[in-house]
């Protein structure tokens, strides 16, 4: 046996597959297309970086396995190539984009086909090559002809460092100094400067008008959860009601959006934009809106307007304040303190009327109402007293029912709360020195028989919360004796000892008592009674109201005043704006499709001129051109696009990557599309998931793709951590260089080592010493060539398996493949990487104790392991006597029968009490295992003659019966 030689093997082999073209996607083929995906790297100057191993092998293991189990496969690799960083870069060595960007990508290139990865390098592309470009503006034509590209002006965000208008997502909150503190304003993503406000004519891409499309066809695509959750709330999409309100005296009126009309009578306050109080009161209020900052101060003007409340009648104070904003949903809404936690805030520093409208609804009650019998409705307080002295709360132990509560009672005619509950509490303790601390939140409704009255109460609680002055206190009447024993409760025993809601308990220790559930209405006219959700749908009526649906997602900001872009393929001609006057395109002639592309020109400097125009805006041979349509002096946009352009569509690219009559011919597409299987950074779930998939369906509408979505299942990897945790950089110089692992381990360490260090979803730190647990793995599979007997298991070969550790001689090496197959299968499709590899490890630990091994079983294990370390696999693959490649074989499937099911012990509860055992087999469906465990013995005799209301499995480890 040869030593294992990484270097000699990892040349042989990528050469000889660039030879053969055994990883290039077939395009007319009859098998069945899958279609894998890495987000393309941006070719920096640094070269490429851990990070990109993991996801391009974590797909690379996915592209070789599904090549195994009979697909065609297509796992492309291009160049995200504009951009900032090459263009400070230039700027800062004048060395020209173009030759930076042909450097940077050389290395990469060398250095992602060192790692092996079986990429169809054929198709690479490039954002920044004109023959890719000029299908990023032909793309960008056809949304201007649809009218969803505009120019308008707009307040953006500025960084006076880059000279750059930035998109929101490019605007980052300032990181915390040293005190932990968040600083103050968001700040460049790039420079971290403080990023400021500049009023400027921008392109605009009308990604709204895909909103709603957005939002919901996340429904048909197979995202993780958290990916799905950011997008979703990215585009926020608030189903509510624009309601108008009247200003008294005049004619104004406020429009106000709301998610909460059902809370319309407890409306104590409006609360506008300071630029929409502007519009009605001609003031200016000082106040400056900042709602990135929730947590920010609220602070509010009154203009000494009233408004008419539609609901109630009620004339309502309104505010010019900082915690609305102009430029979502109307910029004015109704202040309803008791059920939004910004009006409560702001409501208890000015002094304004908190009115609960909701109740909480008690859902589980100890005595529910019977039936057929009418319902006493009852004002009620439930008051907490707590002894300050020891910290303990005066509860009740109710004698008549299986009640325990605070104290409870109803409210009588002429009587407050607050004097109901120290009369109430008197009463029933004899305690009468009480300090009223505050109330409790909203009302709780409860709906329940009362034994000792022999009545179906519905009741309204109010919590009241008050501290003892001091202990005295009476003694109490007979027949209170008899309804409850009084019982001091230490606080941290108070929510397991009580019967009921423990809601209002736990207010005690909240300052914002806003409650934004839904429930049932109270103190709302015709309304209360109603349930939350249907009043929503006839208050909106009742007031005059309309249903509205809103949404957080904002145009996009298509344009950058930099040089390293695709240039905005449209011409301005000024006599053609005039004949034009009033009509949309504003002089913005388009770029015939036939000119296309229009070339980035070559200039000396960089630099964004002083104006904070592009440096294109500097050359006059460049910029002045003749009018497409009436041939007159006219002048090229020098807007370039933001690199989010060419990632919006270049998955579509590389079916076709050479097509110079279409950005792809319709055959290709149909066969290619959607891709199947994308994964990439969790960073780029709100901006480039969402940018590419409203593309995506704007060429869907114009059916020049076939399906309304570009990807069918979207994972994400966790980043790659310095050493000891940080973020690697260049600036901390912690960077690791994949090259000199490479030349040490191999890349097939590197590959497996990188798979091996953690879930692939989590964060991970760096650990360079632990490169050589993979590595000595792969050296005991290399080693186990050794220990091959011949084909035909000898007699000899039979007594050496019967010694094997793992017992049962054959039958035992079967069921360790089987299981080692089955779980690594298993394991590679939901991307535990890091569990499929361990199991390759123990098969090897387990096989290398036998002194011999079937060259059957070697071969099966080399044919799992070849997605992971495909050159070492390949190699040995060959030394069997193989001419074929091992990724051309097909994937081993598992032997159910050899593999025998591990017993499991399970703990049986009944109503969460522990009540017995059982075993189940790993296999056994969900099903089955409940179904046993009702069969149970024990069981069985617990629940005697109750009925089972739910039956709850955790997975592998309990079930619960409800009864
Ligand atoms: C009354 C109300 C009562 C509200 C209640 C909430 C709870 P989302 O879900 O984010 O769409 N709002 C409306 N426009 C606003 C703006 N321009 N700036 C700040 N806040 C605004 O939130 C919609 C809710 O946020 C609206 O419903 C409104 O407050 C507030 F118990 O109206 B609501
Ligand atoms: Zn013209």
């Known amino acids: 046996m040869k030593e294992y030689d990484h270097k000699k093997i990892e040349r042989k082999w990528q050469k000889e597959w660039e030879k053969s073209g055994i990883y290039h996607a077939q395009n007319n083929s009859k098998k069945p297309k899958y279609y894998s995906l890495i987000e393309f790297p941006y070719p920096s100057g640094a070269g490429m970086h851990v990070g990109h191993i993991r996801s391009n092998t974590a797909m690379d293991i996915i592209s070789r396995k599904r090549r195994m189990e009979g697909f065609n496969v297509l796992y492309p690799i291009g160049w995200d190539a504009f951009g900032l960083p090459t263009e400070n870069y230039a700027i800062k060595t004048g060395i020209h984009p173009i030759k930076v960007t042909k450097d940077n990508t050389d290395t990469f290139r060398k250095q992602l086909k060192s790692l092996g990865f079986s990429f169809d390098w054929l198709r690479e592309i490039n954002t920044t090559d004109p023959k890719y470009y000029k299908w990023t503006q032909w793309i960008f034509l056809q949304l201007l002809k649809k009218g969803l590209a505009y120019k308008a002006k707009m307040l953006i965000n500025w960084c006076p460092k880059d000279k750059i208008g930035l998109a929101n997502e490019e605007v980052v909150p300032a990181r915390p100094d040293d005190s932990g503190r968040s600083g103050g304003d968001g700040v460049c993503e790039r420079c971290g400067t403080v990023v400021e406000k500049r009023e400027k004519e921008q392109w605009m891409l009308a990604i709204t008008k895909y909103a709603d499309r957005l939002y919901k066809d996340l429904d048909n695509v197979d995202y993780l959860p958290q990916i799905k959750l950011g997008q979703r709330n990215w585009i926020g999409r608030s189903e509510g009601a624009e309601i108008i309100f009247n200003i008294e005296r005049g004619f104004d009126s406020v429009k106000v959006f709301t998610t909460r009309p059902d809370t319309i009578f407890g409306a104590t306050f409006l609360a506008l934009a300071p630029e929409i109080a502007k519009k009605i009161t001609s003031k200016d209020y000082g106040i400056k809106v900042d709602t990135d900052r929730d947590n920010k101060e609220k602070v509010g003007v009154d203009t000494g307007l009233k408004a008419k409340n539609p ?125 009223f601390i505050k109330e409790l939140g909203t009302p709780l409704r409860v709906e329940f028989y009362h034994p000792g009255k022999n009545e179906n109460r519905r009741a309204d609680f109010y919590g009241l919360y008050f501290e003892l002055e001091n202990t005295e206190h009476d003694e109490i009447a007979k027949e209170e004796k008899e309804k409850h024993s009084i019982v001091w409760v230490p606080s941290d025993k108070v929510k397991s000892f009580l019967t009921t809601s423990t809601a209002k308990f736990e207010n005690i220790g909240k300052n914002n008592l806003s409650y934004d559930d839904g429930g049932v209405l109270i103190n709302s006219g015709q309304f209360s009674g109603m349930d939350s959700e249907k009043a929503k749908k006839e208050i909106i009526k009742f007031v005059g109201g309309k249903e509205k649906v809103t949404f957080k997602l904002r145009d996009w900001i298509f344009s950058r005043q930099r040089y390293w872009g695709e240039p905005i393929p449209v011409i301005h001609c000024p006599s053609c704006a005039k004949a034009s006057a009033g009509k949309e395109d504003g002089g913005w002639i388009p770029v015939p499709e036939k000119d296309l592309p229009v070339e980035l020109p070559k200039v000396k400097n960089y630099q964004p001129t002083a104006s904070g125009e592009s440096p294109l805006a500097n050359i006059p041979k460049w910029v002045n051109v003749k009018c497409p349509k009436c041939k007159g002096k006219a002048k090229r946009e020098t807007d370039t696009m933001p690199n989010w352009a060419g990632s919006s569509w270049y998955y579509l690219r590389y079916t076709d990557p050479k097509n110079n009559k279409e950005f792809a011919s319709k055959e290709n597409l149909k066969y290619w599309t959607p891709v199947d299987w994308y994964n990439g950074g969790m960073e780029h779930t709100t901006l480039h998931l969402l940018y590419s998939r409203f593309w995506h369906k704007f060429l869907y509408d114009l059916k020049l793709v076939p399906t309304s979505e570009p990807y069918m299942k979207r994972t994400s990897h966790g980043m790659i951590l310095a050493e000891g945790g940080d973020k690697m950089s260049k600036s901390k110089d912690n960077v690791v260089n994949p090259d000199d692992l490479i030349k040490t381990y191999g890349a097939d360490t590197l590959r497996m080592y990188e798979m091996f260090m953690g879930p692939f979803d989590q964060s991970v730190a760096w650990s360079s010493d632990s490169m050589i647990g993979p590595r000595r793995f792969l050296e005991r599979a290399w080693n186990l060539q050794d220990k091959i007997t011949p084909p035909q298991p000898s007699p000899k070969g039979r007594e050496e398996f019967k010694a094997s550790p793992f017992g049962g001689g054959r039958e035992g090496v079967d069921r360790i493949l089987n299981e080692t197959i089955k779980k690594v299968t298993e394991d590679i499709e939901t991307m535990k990487f890091n569990t499929a590899i361990s199991t390759l490890m123990i098969f090897v630990n387990e096989i290398s104790k036998s002194e011999s091994i079937s060259q059957g079983v070697y071969e099966t294990f080399l044919k799992i392991l070849s997605p992971f370390a495909p050159h070492i696999t390949e190699e040995l693959w060959q030394i069997l006597g193989h001419k074929k490649s091992i990724n051309l074989e097909s994937w081993p499937a598992h032997d159910a029968s050899k593999i025998k099911d591990e017993e499991i012990k399970i703990v049986i509860q009944i109503n969460g009490k522990l009540r017995g055992e059982m075993m189940i087999e790993a296999g056994d469906s969900e099903e089955d295992i409940k179904g046993k465990a009702i069969e149970n013995e024990v069981v069985r005799r617990h629940i005697a003659g109750q009925t089972i209301k739910k039956v709850i499995y955790i997975n592998n480890r309990l079930i619960n019966i409800v009864v």
């Open 311 to 435: 609901a109630s009648g009620e004339l309502i104070p309104v505010f010019a304040v900082n915690y609305v904003s102009a430029d979502y949903g109307t910029g004015a809404i109704m202040g309803v303190p008791a059920h939004d936690e910004r009006d409560f805030e702001f409501a208890k520093k000015y002094g304004l009327e908190i009115r609960y409208v909701v109740a909480q609804v008690e859902k589980e009650v100890v005595d529910p109402p019977k039936e057929e019998m009418p319902f006493i409705y009852r004002k009620a307080v439930d008051c907490y007293v707590r002894n300050p002295k020891d910290n303990t709360f005066l509860m009740l132990e109710w004698k008549k029912a299986k009640w325990r509560t605070g104290i409870t009672g109803g409210v009588e005619k002429g009587e407050d709360m607050i004097q109901a509950a120290r009369r109430e509490i008197y009463e029933e303790t004899g305690y009468k020195n009480l300090k």
